[in-house]
């Protein structure tokens, strides 16, 4: 997460790192809120992403009794090794270059993200969307607004389209910054995900969505035929779209559409 305000900060023997933008979870209420949320069950495949000190590892491996847990830092996941608990698997590795497919199937996936790699987190998550069941991920309050946010709004960009398309999502609950110790310079916020059927995903590669909405906002304050209509021609794409509109204007379902299309061209040699 975001850097502290003041220096490094300790808390149960461990130094907070800024490089992994360690801000542990530490709001006795919060963390019940947040457990009752994903409300674990006994047989699950539950992954926590970043266990840090175990504010919601321990209360969620006592419901579910098995928990894999994914982290970066050697120290933490040496900590977790060496206290040998009975039902926790313990991977230590970089959640950016995890294959969580290798994990099973029907995951359930959760964790307090650090804010620095949660958007590109989220990116790598879509190419296992079809291994998960479901995603509880405590993130930046701002970042949570542009997933979520409605096209013609500033908060509208490639967040909110490439993750609207392949997830039903809601707001859980919003965490302000004394609930972590040390405590962030921003409020966070609690996002419930749930990867779409595959109908409603109709086939499309998330590469290739991603790659035209890439191109769509390069230049958001310009209209559509600036940055998106060059791209177009690139791909050899002769067909119409209406390019005379800003990126955030255009709804999730046209830019899905627009992908399908250029997907089906490609395929077709």
């Not at 090794?81 to 230590?92: K, S, T, W, Y």
């Not at 790598?124 to 970042?143: C, G, I, N, S």
């Not at 409605?150 to 609207?164: F, M």
Request: proline share 7%; net charge positive.
């Amino acid at each position: 997460m975001s850097p502290a305000a003041g220096g490094p900060s300790r808390l149960a023997g461990h130094t907070a790192r800024k490089r992994f933008g360690q801000h542990f979870l530490s709001d006795a209420s919060v963390i019940e809120g947040i457990v009752d949320a994903l409300d674990p069950r006994p047989g699950q495949r539950l992954v926590e992403i970043g266990p840090g000190l175990g504010a919601l590892t321990l209360p969620v491996l006592r419901r579910c009794a098995e928990l894999t847990v994914v982290e970066i830092d050697r120290d933490l996941a040496h900590r977790w090794r060496v206290r040998d608990l009975q039902g926790l698997r313990v991977i230590e590795a970089d959640a950016l270059r995890l294959d969580f497919a290798s994990l099973g199937s029907e995951l359930r996936l959760f964790g307090n993200l650090p804010y620095n790699i949660s958007s590109p987190l989220l990116f790598h998550l879509l190419e296992f969307a079809e291994h998960v069941q479901d995603q509880h991920f405590m993130l930046q309050q701002e970042v949570v607004r542009r997933i979520l946010a409605e096209p013609s709004t500033s908060d509208y960009g490639r967040l909110s389209v490439t993750l609207q398309w392949r997830y039903r999502m809601w707001p859980v609950l919003e965490v302000g910054p004394q609930a972590f110790h040390p405590p962030p310079r921003v409020d966070s916020a609690v996002i419930g995900m749930r990867p779409r059927p595959p109908q409603d995903v109709q086939g499309l590669r998330s590469a290739g969505l991603q790659a035209l909405v890439a191109a769509a906002f390069a230049q958001r304050r310009k209209l559509l035929r600036h940055s998106l209509g060059p791209w177009l021609q690139r791909q050899g794409f002769d067909g119409n779209f209406d390019l005379q509109r800003r990126a955030e204007e255009v709804p999730v379902q046209e830019y899905v559409a627009l992908a399908l299309r250029l997907q089906q061209s490609a395929a077709q040699g």
